[in-house]
């Protein structure tokens, strides 16, 4: 009895064991492992190349499953002016193993003023909180879960999925932006208006003779509304922007090639455009130590005949000989502060020394574009601009200014911000522009695939001749 059990159990063990070969068989068939290695095999032995097991690594690598995202985490960090903005990096599960494989930070569209008022101030902080707080909610909950498990080359496909998520938000948003304001008109008392008593017209006094009556300056244009957008949108940008570093990351090509792809449907072209560097070598304001609040920023532009690398080698040496003016134990730093104290003329003056002793010409090596930030020095008491500490201007004086600094300065080629938008008519009046484009930010909602169907639109454009008046 007792061998009869044994040899039982045997056959039973035997039987589980020839059930579990043919799973085995079946698995492998159905992945075609074996035809696969066998034709690995045989190739490898041809090449015998000196890293045996690196080699087939490579082979089962490029045989392995795509990279798929696996989850998202959503930072709040510090940006380059040192204010809270989003980071969003990205793991994917490559290989069987969880990876992190980028990360990115997107600056969002509230602006950072220089010295803004106190109230202003705690606003603009109470604003940017919020937003950070909400966005890293969508980053974490709604759009992890919806992009789990796509692949990160597939940017079309996330990027249209974080479109709709977006306007779904956005016309969540209007409704309830429409509700409260319904439920405020009901709650509000219906005032009736009286009507108001007509003063008698005070007589105006004769003016002397010979006497010439002062003419009335124009009222100043209020500002204009901002355009209302969720400020937690940056979400949006901060994702698709990280997917697509994600998947350059992952070919081993750089983000721009990558983003190149896309334009082009996958094929590059042989030569790509690489935009002109602009490096901003010095920053005043009303920030700054000194006086001029105007001239945020004077940025450097390379002759667009220079290659990207000469481009960059010149904007260092020129940015090491500002760095010797600043040095606190240089004899030139006392110049230094007098040059960017005074008027605007002066860092006009202290850049083209500085090229001379590099052996450059402003206007033929390099050129210049002032950030004026013009809307930031409207003071809306006096109806006018504050270029310098208690020097007020109207737009009328600005534009003779901005016309005398030109003419003085050939080498500046762009003026940035000028004057509010709101002042048309002296902006038409600064200078005859030579050429136009288009600046684009990328921000907010706006999504890799936005940005290269803008810039197919815009080529487009310019290729057939439409008409840009309608776009936006």
């Known amino acids: 009895l007792a061998i009869g059990g044994g040899g039982r159990r045997r056959g039973q063990a035997a039987g589980e064991l020839g059930a579990l070969r043919r799973r085995a068989v079946d698995y492998y068939r159905q992945n075609e492992v074996p035809s696969r290695l066998e034709h690995l095999l045989n190739a490898t032995f041809y090449l015998q190349p000196p890293d045996l097991y690196g080699h087939l690594a490579n082979c089962f690598a490029e045989l392995a499953k795509p990279p798929t995202i696996c989850r998202m985490i959503g930072r709040q960090v510090l940006d380059g002016i040192g204010q809270p903005t989003l980071q969003v990096e990205i793991f994917c599960t490559?290989?069987?193993?969880?990876?992190?494989?980028?990360?990115?930070?997107?600056?969002?569209?509230l602006e950072v003023l220089d010295q803004p008022a106190p109230e202003v101030m705690l606003t603009m902080e109470r604003e940017r909180n919020e937003a950070i707080i909400t966005a890293l909610?969508?980053?974490?909950?709604?759009?992890?879960?919806?992009?789990?498990?796509?692949?990160?080359?597939?940017?079309?496909?996330?990027?249209?999925?974080?479109?709709?998520?977006?306007?779904?938000?956005?016309r969540e948003d209007k409704e309830n932006k429409e509700l409260e304001k319904a439920e405020d008109n009901k709650s509000s008392p219906v005032l009736t208006s009286s009507p108001l008593p007509v003063l008698p017209l005070a007589k105006?006094?004769?003016n002397k003779p010979g006497k010439k009556e002062p003419s009335p300056e124009k009222p100043i244009p209020p500002a204009e509304l901002l355009n209302q957008c969720l400020v937690e949108a940056w979400a949006i940008g901060a994702v698709?922007?990280?997917?697509?570093?994600?998947?350059?990351?992952?070919?081993?090509?750089?983000?721009?090639?990558?983003?190149?792809?896309?334009?082009?449907?996958?094929?590059?072209?042989?030569?790509?455009?690489?935009?002109?560097?602009?490096?901003?070598?010095?920053?005043?304001?009303?920030?700054?130590?000194?006086?001029?609040?105007?001239?945020?920023?004077?940025?450097?532009?390379?002759?667009?005949?220079?290659?990207?690398?000469?481009?960059?080698?010149?904007?260092?040496?020129?940015?090491?000989?500002?760095?010797?003016?600043?040095?606190?134990?240089?004899?030139?730093?006392?110049?230094?502060?007098?040059?960017?104290?005074?008027k605007?003329?002066?860092?006009?003056?202290?850049?083209?020394?500085?090229?001379?002793?590099?052996?450059l010409e402003l206007g033929t090596n390099l050129?210049?574009?002032?950030?004026?930030?013009?809307?930031?020095?409207?003071?809306?008491?006096?109806?006018?601009?504050?270029?310098?500490?208690?020097?007020?201007?109207?737009p009328d004086e600005m534009v003779d200014m901005y016309v005398d600094l030109v003419n003085k300065f050939p080498s500046i080629i762009a003026l940035i911000d000028p004057l509010r938008k709101e002042d048309n008519e002296q902006r038409s009046n600064i200078n005859t522009p030579k050429s136009s484009g288009l600046v684009l930010?990328?921000?907010?909602?706006?999504?890799?695939?936005?940005?290269?169907?803008?810039?197919?639109?815009?080529?487009?454009?310019?290729?057939?001749?439409?008409?840009r008046s309608g776009m936006k």
């Not at 909950?141 to 998520?165: A, F, I, R, S």
């Not at 455009?273 to 700054?288: A, D, E, H, Q, R």
């Not at 080698?313 to 134990?329: A, V």
Request: hydrophobic share 35%; with cysteine; charged share 20%.
């Open 441 to 467: 930010k990328y921000t907010n909602a706006a999504t890799v695939c936005d940005l290269v169907d803008v810039t197919k639109l815009i080529e487009s454009e310019y290729k057939y001749g439409f008409d």
């Open 240 to 342: 698709s922007l990280a997917v697509a570093k994600a998947s350059a990351a992952l070919k081993n090509s750089p983000l721009y090639f990558y983003i190149a792809s896309l334009k082009h449907n996958q094929e590059l072209p042989k030569e790509l455009v690489m935009p002109l560097l602009m490096v901003t070598l010095l920053n005043c304001g009303k920030s700054s130590a000194g006086k001029l609040n105007l001239m945020k920023e004077v940025i450097c532009i390379p002759h667009p005949g220079l290659t990207a690398k000469q481009g960059l080698t010149m904007l260092l040496e020129i940015q090491k000989q500002i760095m010797k003016f600043c040095n606190p134990y240089s004899s030139a730093k006392f110049h230094f502060q007098q040059e960017t104290t005074g």
């Open 344 to 359: 605007m003329s002066h860092l006009g003056c202290l850049t083209l020394g500085i090229c001379i002793n590099l052996g």
């Open 204 to 206: 105006k006094k004769g």
């Open 94 to 109: 490559v290989h069987n193993c969880e990876k992190s494989v980028s990360s990115s930070t997107i600056t969002s569209h």
């Open 137 to 170: 909610r969508w980053v974490n909950e709604p759009l992890n879960e919806m992009l789990l498990g796509l692949q990160p080359t597939d940017q079309y496909e996330v990027d249209k999925l974080l479109g709709k998520y977006f306007k779904e938000r956005a």
């Open 367 to 394: 050129n210049l574009a002032i950030n004026c930030a013009a809307h930031e020095l409207m003071d809306y008491g006096k109806g006018k601009y504050e270029v310098t500490v208690g020097t007020f201007k109207n």
